[in-house]
């Protein structure tokens, strides 16, 4: 007997699927055709599949996923290809009058069919309306003010120029208006702040031919939610380069125009100064889609392993762009955790032939030098510092390379440098996430709570959905600078629990506030403690004055401390989480380098040898702590 196949397992096939009618218009699949009374139009088959999938399940969510087995037959798909069917879809449906696509935050699309107007206003609505009227006109006229903002201080790559377009949005809509005027002043600030040369343009976009691209937005006031979606669009030939969603809830709507602009900047900030690699390479969009779709996923911290597969297709059909190729490198190394071991090899033999390509193609933009230290074990910090340190030389206006020098000398315990690298770093691409997430726990450690309050609070409202990425980087600062004090009030058991592992994470920080070795003890007996709570108890034992303890802890952290050859490569790729050495140099390590065990540590993660050829850490030239005798006398 036959069975039917659920519409999740069955591929859209437009040449059997029957006509239907949605609001005035007529849908007719295997001719491909929408008609509105009298006019019929094309539509591109794969926007057709999308719609048929959606229409199938009129009133239900539909993931993305689903879309992507159902109309592409489960190939890799950019983001960015499923958003411009959405968009056409939209539009197609403010014609039809007859239905609305909605954005489920986190889930997928529904399809749902407008029910004839209801008469009356529902007041609550209104009232929310209004104060979300009232709040972005109070943004609109006060602006936007950065913490500690400062020009940066070494400028960015060329880049692209852009003419920023008027937003659509119902002109009937209050909220949707409002959201499509104050978007296009925060984009060009944040956009100018990252060192675009953004052109505001009041018009159609058609008066500039100067600019390479066109910035467009689609605004839409859902029934509890505004959504938002924006483009760049190549002036050449018209294709979309970058595509992007954004939803928000009515309360938190104010923060919505910024919220799109610290994306918009952050994620073209590093890609946007790529494009400017290849002036004789013209990518096709399929390829520059993918490749920024990638990297995209990569900034805000979504799906690594599918960033490096995007990114691989990409570079593969285009062996002469920089741009491919240095995005391949770079998605390797931010990835290569998330690919299985038996394939990680073959993926880290590939990512270091797109660097050496970069290298090759762009040898004087700086961000092509960093990759070999991503591709390299961590142990091998004195070639890694060699190398960035050329990149500073080569690309002195480079806003990644001080980042990445700053973050070597964090792990190395030279915090009070760290920090001014840092500090430089985000003042020249002052929205990126991970740049934020960086400056909080950097502030931490150096014991600048107030300012990493102000940073944290900024980066959240600007990046929502980073809040657990943003929060844990305070974490790892304040566990790392050794205020428990002010981890417990900082730690959120509801939110952090993943991380921190509430029931032993308190019970842990009581013993240390008591100063209780049993309760230490017990606590960190306990099973299944998460990494984070792990590496509590492995200072906080120390500080207990269990360090036999604590340095049984840290040889399960630590695996190259047993290692015959810490950078071997094979070791590393089956121990990429074993070189993490920022708590044994920060503050609250220092009950741990009292002990000799320390120094040998130290050596196996390349530590000693590069702190006598590139300079000692802070608790040697700052605190001067006994230990650092012993760091010179080990290598003599």
Same mark, same amino acid.
């Given at each position: ?117 209801? !008469? ?478 320390? !120094?040998? !540590? ?35």
């Amino acid at each position: 007997m036959d069975r039917a196949i659920s519409l999740e397992a069955r591929r859209v096939d437009l040449s059997i699927e029957l006509p239907f009618l949605l609001g005035r218009a007529r849908v007719d699949p295997p001719a491909h055709e929408v008609a509105i009374g009298r006019k019929s139009e094309r539509m591109q088959p794969q926007t057709m599949k999308v719609l048929v999938a959606l229409h199938d399940k009129a009133g239900q969510v539909v993931t993305r996923d689903e879309l992507v087995d159902r109309c592409w037959d489960g190939r890799i798909v950019g983001d960015d290809v499923i958003n411009r069917c959405i968009l056409l879809l939209r539009r197609f449906a403010e014609q039809s009058r007859g239905f609305r696509i909605e954005t489920v935050p986190r889930a997928g699309y529904r399809l749902v069919e407008n029910a004839p107007q209801a !008469i009356g206003t529902n007041r609550r609505r209104a009232a929310a309306a209004a104060a979300v009227v009232s709040a972005l006109v109070v943004g609109a006229i006060g602006g936007w003010m950065w913490l500690h903002h400062q020009a940066p201080s070494q400028g960015v790559p060329p880049t692209p120029s852009i003419s920023l377009v008027p937003f659509v949005a119902e002109a009937n809509d209050t909220v949707a208006r409002q959201v499509a005027q104050a978007a296009p002043v925060s984009i060009s600030r944040m956009m100018a702040d990252s060192g675009f040369a953004v052109v505001r343009d009041e018009s159609d976009g058609r008066q500039i031919p100067s600019t390479d691209y066109l910035f467009t937005g689609d605004i839409r006031h859902e029934s509890n939610s505004v959504e938002a979606t924006v483009q760049l669009v190549s002036r050449r030939d018209g294709a979309i380069i970058y595509t992007h969603d954004f939803s928000a809830a009515l309360e938190q709507v104010p923060d919505l125009p910024d919220r799109i602009g610290a994306a918009v900047a952050a994620e073209l900030a590093w890609t946007g100064a790529q494009m400017a690699l290849d002036p004789n390479e013209h990518l096709s969009p399929e390829i520059t889609s993918e490749l920024m779709n990638g990297i995209v996923q990569t900034i805000e911290g979504h799906d690594r392993l599918r960033s490096y597969q995007l990114t691989r297709r990409a570079a593969a059909l285009a062996p002469n762009s920089a741009f491919a190729q240095l995005s391949l490198a770079v998605n390797t190394g931010f990835g290569i955790s998330m690919v299985p071991r038996g394939e990680r090899d073959e993926a880290l033999a590939l990512g270091r032939r797109a660097g050496e390509r970069a290298r090759a193609l762009a040898p004087e933009f700086g961000d092509v030098y960093l990759t070999w230290c991503q591709l390299h074990s961590p142990a091998r910090m004195i070639e890694c510092d060699e190398r960035v340190r050329r990149a500073l030389k080569v690309d002195s206006m480079s806003s990644f390379v001080p980042g990445y020098l700053s973050s070597l000398l964090y792990g190395a315990g030279r915090i009070e440098e760290s920090v001014q690298l840092a500090r430089q770093s985000l003042a020249n691409d002052p929205y990126k996430p991970a740049k934020l997430a960086r400056m909080i726990r950097m502030l931490e450690v150096s014991g600048q709570s107030t300012e990493a309050e102000k940073v944290y609070r900024e980066a959240i409202r600007l990046w929502p959905d980073n809040i657990g990425r943003i929060r844990a980087s305070r974490l790892a600062g304040l566990a790392e600078a050794g205020n428990y004090a002010g981890l417990a009030a900082f730690a959120d058991p509801a939110i952090d629990a993943p991380m921190i592992g509430p029931q032993m994470f308190a019970k842990l920080l009581a013993a240390q506030r008591k100063h209780d070795l049993g309760g230490g003890r017990q606590a960190c007996a306990a099973k299944n403690l998460t990494a984070f709570t792990l590496s509590l108890c492995m200072t906080i034992l120390a500080d207990l004055g269990d360090f036999d303890g604590s340095y049984a802890i840290a040889a399960s952290f630590y695996p190259a401390w047993k290692a015959p050859r810490t950078a071997d490569d094979e070791f590393w790729l089956d121990h990429l989480g074993g070189f993490n050495t920022e708590i044994l140099n920060a503050p609250a390590g220092k009950a741990m380098r009292t002990d000799r065990r320390f !120094i040998e !540590i130290a050596r196996k993660q390349g530590l000693v040898a590069y702190w006598l050829k590139d300079g000692l850490p802070d608790f040697c030239t700052k605190e001067h702590e006994p230990e650092c005798a012993r760091i010179s006398a080990k290598t003599k």
